[in-house]
């Protein structure tokens, strides 16, 4: 159906932390997790905190928008945003926050769903473990160290008369050219975000539809979604709906403080980048008689369903193909329909666990009908991620050896990520999607990059992407690369909510 402009909301640029909908410009990022010492001085603080607003973020992508069409040099652009615990909440005496009902997750924390997440046990976490101080995170962003620096000590120092004090730090970082913006195993990542309807003016859209798109597309493959899944108090997407276009009921906030802001997940994965690219070897070498012979690379690509450059497999079935890749217009213009057998993309493949498109659960000739039902459901369980890096660079040392040199080195992913239900978005993603063998097909296997077991041996079905033939798909039994070392949810309020504290 024709986008209805008028028809969307109109967002609060002014009210709306920066990260949530447009994400930090960042470089560098520290995650400050701290406890609120003195809630009056706190309050007070927060008061004339300057916090980075949609606004700002958006004006800041426009200008770095600007620079590089002149040339690569970074431009300045601090960030700064903030998120509590429930006990945070608590702390600040936000009204009507003990009676709130309802987001179990979020009241409980993160370390009372590990059954659910199949989570390691708390005591193996590195940080973040349950702590009833623990009341929130500044997200500290900037072009350079050397900017975040300044951001802490021009708007959060001095800690003890502003009333906090840190409990402990996470810093990303971006990793160096030519792998910015690609994770630690190599891959290119951030490439696909939900698109968001909505209005930034009285007749500009947030995301506008692409020139050549669909209408229901803010870029090509990009399907926009009504911001109530990202954002507390607006439409949200209707799971039940025969088609992802059709408007769901407002996403109320919890209690009225939480209008306007988001849940944020905060988990740190430590990354076996050796490791993993050694079990890609054995897996190739274990299909590497016959057709489908797979060498590392593709394999590699499999288990991800993107190739490093970001091509997605499904455009590039059997090499990496950079025109498809990372910024460019087709990046995200692909679906699973032509591939329902999993023959060029496995099932398994950690985007295709992680949003399925058009697949249909335990049915590969679907009608269109139950495709369009089935994406209905599927866009109810997106996320706006707004991960980096951390950690260092491999070493030579750790690629002979294969081994990472734990303790010492370890390197990862800061997984964040944005919704307005954790339960519903990032655990029924982590949960039932990417830990569940039969999803989206019965023999699928687990996510090989972040699927979580009990089980030491880890099924992954993989594709047959030369001979096309489902005889020839490879059972294969990965061990695991990417390890939870500890997370928090919190909770992103809007600016004026701090200020009316
Ligand atoms: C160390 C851990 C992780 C690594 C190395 C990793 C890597 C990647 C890569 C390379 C992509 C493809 C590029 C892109 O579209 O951004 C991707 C996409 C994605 N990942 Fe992860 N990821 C990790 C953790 C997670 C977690 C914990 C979740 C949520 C439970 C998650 C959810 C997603 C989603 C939703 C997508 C986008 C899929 C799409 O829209 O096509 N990832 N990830």
């Not at 060498?295 to 455009?315: C, E």
């Not at 991960?387 to 964040?416: C, H, M, V, W, Y």
Request: with cysteine; glycine share 8%; aromatic share 8%.
């Amino acid at each position: 159906m024709p986008r209805d402009i008028t028809a969307e909301p109109l967002f609060p640029v002014d009210d709306i932390q920066g990260d949530i909908l447009t994400g930090l410009p960042k470089r560098h990022e520290h995650l400050m997790f701290f406890t609120i010492r003195d809630a009056a001085s706190f309050k007070a603080f927060l008061k004339s905190l300057d916090l980075t607003s949609m606004k700002t973020c958006l004006k800041d992508r426009d200008t770095i928008a600007a620079q590089k069409a002149i040339n690569d040099q970074l431009v300045p652009t601090p960030g700064l945003n903030i998120a509590f615990s429930f006990s945070g909440l608590q702390k600040l005496g936000v009204p009507q926050v003990s009676a709130m009902t309802g987001a179990e997750a979020y009241k409980n924390g993160m370390a009372s769903r590990q059954a659910t997440l199949l989570d390691p046990p708390q005591a193996q976490w590195k940080t973040l473990k349950p702590d009833a101080a623990l009341h929130g995170v500044f997200i500290v962003t900037g072009a350079s160290h050397a900017e975040v620096v300044d951001v802490i000590s021009l708007r959060l120092a001095p800690a003890q008369t502003n009333g906090w004090r840190l409990l402990s730090e996470e810093v990303g970082t971006v990793r160096p050219e030519p792998v910015v913006g690609h994770e630690h195993f190599g891959y290119a990542d951030g490439v696909s975000q939900p698109g968001v309807r909505g209005r930034i003016a009285a007749t500009t859209p947030f995301h506008p539809t692409v020139a050549g798109g669909q209408d229901n597309q803010a870029a090509l493959g990009q399907d926009l979604l009504w911001p109530g899944e990202f954002v507390f108090g607006f439409p949200g997407q209707n799971p039940g709906a025969p088609s992802f276009e059709i408007k769901g009921p407002d996403k109320a906030p919890p209690i009225p403080f939480m209008n306007h802001g988001a849940y944020l997940v905060v988990r740190r994965l430590a990354q076996f980048v050796p490791e993993f690219n050694a079990s890609v070897k054995a897996a190739s070498a274990a299909v590497a008689t016959g057709a489908d012979q797979a060498d590392p690379v593709l394999m590699g690509a499999q288990m991800v369903g993107r190739w490093k450059s970001g091509a997605a497999l499904i455009n590039a079935p059997t090499e990496d193909d950079r025109s498809v890749g990372d910024n460019t217009p087709r990046a995200n213009a692909f679906e699973f329909g032509d591939d329902r057998q999993g023959l060029v993309c496995p099932w398994a493949a950690h985007v295709r666990k992680a949003y399925p498109r058009d697949d249909v659960r335990h049915d590969v000739t679907p009608d269109e009908t139950t495709v369009s039902a089935a994406e209905a459901f599927t866009q109810s369980h997106r996320m706006m991620r707004r991960g980096i890096a951390f950690g260092p660079e491999l070493t030579e040392d750790e690629a002979l050896s294969g081994l990472s040199a734990n303790g010492k080195q370890t390197r990862g992913l800061l997984f964040k990520c944005y919704v307005t239900s954790i339960e519903n978005q990032f655990e029924f993603v982590q949960q039932q999607w990417a830990n569940v063998a039969d999803f989206s097909q019965e023999l699928s296997g687990i996510d090989p990059i972040i699927g979580q077991s009990v089980s030491t041996s880890r099924p992954f079905r993989g594709a047959a992407p030369f001979s096309k033939d489902l005889a020839k798909k490879p059972d294969l039994s990965l061990r695991s690369f990417v390890q939870m070392q500890g997370g928090e949810y919190f909770f992103a309020p809007s600016i004026p909510a701090l200020k009316a504290l």
